[in-house]
């Protein structure tokens, strides 16, 4: 299995319920969480198929948001 691991700025529950539909809708993922009690805001994501961390930037972008992978 693969995990990525992401700085964010996603903030709050609000944010993760705006991002979830873009990182759901990719076939590639296995699970994914945002740990917004950290200053980082730490998207963690795990594959099993393929999934670069470009498209993981991508979709979250796609959401309103930015993240960098760490």
Request: proline share 4%; glycine share 2%.
């Amino acid at each position: 299995m693969n995990t990525m691991k992401f700085k964010t700025n996603i903030k709050c529950d609000a944010c993760v319920a705006k991002v979830t539909p873009y990182l759901d809708a990719s076939p590639a993922k296995d699970a994914w969480k945002v740990d917004t009690s950290t200053p980082d805001k730490i998207l963690t994501v795990n594959d099993n198929k393929g999934l670069s961390a470009a498209d993981v930037i991508r979709q979250v972008e796609a959401a309103g948001y930015k993240a960098s992978e760490i």
